[in-house]
């Protein structure tokens, strides 16, 4: 009776363990999950959950997503946890000068009454620290939030691009890229290039791609130019503490043999400044990069919407 006991059990558990998400002791889940889920607590409904793809090294990410509040109340998001990460919070970014500063959202993120809030890229966030395994893109990160009055709430974030701005659908621009024709210049090939729409009078914009070096010799992107600006140069965007800043790289920006460097927001970047005209979305602009060794070639980025993160459908064949 004892075996037959101790073998109904053992049954049991692993039709349990396979009946759950491959959820790691990290609070990542290596399957995925389902892209356009909600996630409902009382009056409160979470949507469009996401996260980015970490590159090699770093140690935090952002969390981002939308919370609406049907209820007759306001609501408060006061505190977020994970496995995923030693520590995690609320933060919210903001640009003081030309550095952007990120710091704790003291007292949490209300949502109004009938209202809701979005946590997104360059905002509000859920910011996790001490991440001891890197999220890598189509995985899935479990979070719990809490609510003031509502409660606490279990949400997965999707791992979208190491440049996703908005949750990954399964059909998300940044794969788009792939299709897009590559543009070659001896040993290098580029593929992707876009860049977004400005608004009036704006006086900055930056340009985006991905740039392949199938040589056996490290190569560098030393300068580009663009006649949409007064001055074009390499960028790139880091972490210093709790400061976001962006400069330029006055040595340019090498290109490794046989690897690939990604110029994406929120990273490195050509930057458009003095720009002597909008940038229109569905248009292109010509941009003139050159090269230490490879020499100078001319690409045209295709314009998309004010928050792009790839090339879409309708710039391809621009």
Avoid: W
Wanted: hydrophobic content about 45%; charged content about 15%; overall charge negative.
């Amino acid at each position: 009776m004892f075996n037959l006991f101790v073998r109904a059990a053992l049954a049991g558990a692993i039709f349990t363990a396979l009946a759950l998400p491959a959820l790691a002791h990290h609070g990542v889940m290596h399957d995925g999950c389902a892209p356009g889920q909600s996630f409902a607590i009382g009056a409160i409904t979470v949507t469009g959950a996401f996260t980015r793809e970490m590159l090699p090294g770093a140690e935090i990410a952002g969390g981002y997503m939308s919370i609406a509040n049907s209820g007759g109340a306001p609501d408060r998001l006061v505190s977020v946890k994970t496995e995923a990460a030693k520590q995690s919070g609320l933060h919210q970014m903001t640009l003081e000068g030309d550095v952007m500063k990120m710091a704790p959202l003291e007292g949490g993120l209300e949502i109004p009454a009938g209202g809701s809030a979005v946590l997104e890229p360059g905002g509000n966030h859920v910011m996790m620290e001490g991440i001891d395994q890197s999220f890598e893109e189509g995985e899935c990160v479990r979070i719990v939030l809490h609510f003031e009055n509502a409660g606490e709430l279990a949400v997965d974030l999707s791992v979208g691009g190491v440049s996703q701005d908005v949750a990954p659908t399964g059909h998300d621009m940044a794969g788009m890229a792939m299709h897009t024709s590559a543009i070659t210049l001896g040993d290098l090939e580029i593929t992707g290039p876009f860049t977004r729409a400005t608004l009036p009078n704006a006086p900055v914009g930056a340009g985006f791609m991905v740039i392949t070096n199938h040589g056996s010799a490290d190569d560098r992107l030393v300068s580009a130019s663009s006649p949409v600006a007064g001055i074009t140069q390499i960028h790139e965007m880091k972490m210093e503490g709790d400061l976001m800043k962006m400069a330029e790289l006055p040595d340019g920006l090498v290109i490794p043999a046989r690897q690939s460097v990604t110029l994406a927001p929120g990273g490195f970047h050509v930057m458009f400044m003095d720009l002597k005209q909008p940038i229109v979305e569905g248009t292109t602009i010509p941009v003139t990069l050159t090269f230490e060794n490879a020499g100078s070639i001319e690409v045209q980025l295709a314009v998309g919407p004010i928050d792009a993160d790839g090339p879409s459908h309708d710039m391809v064949g621009m």
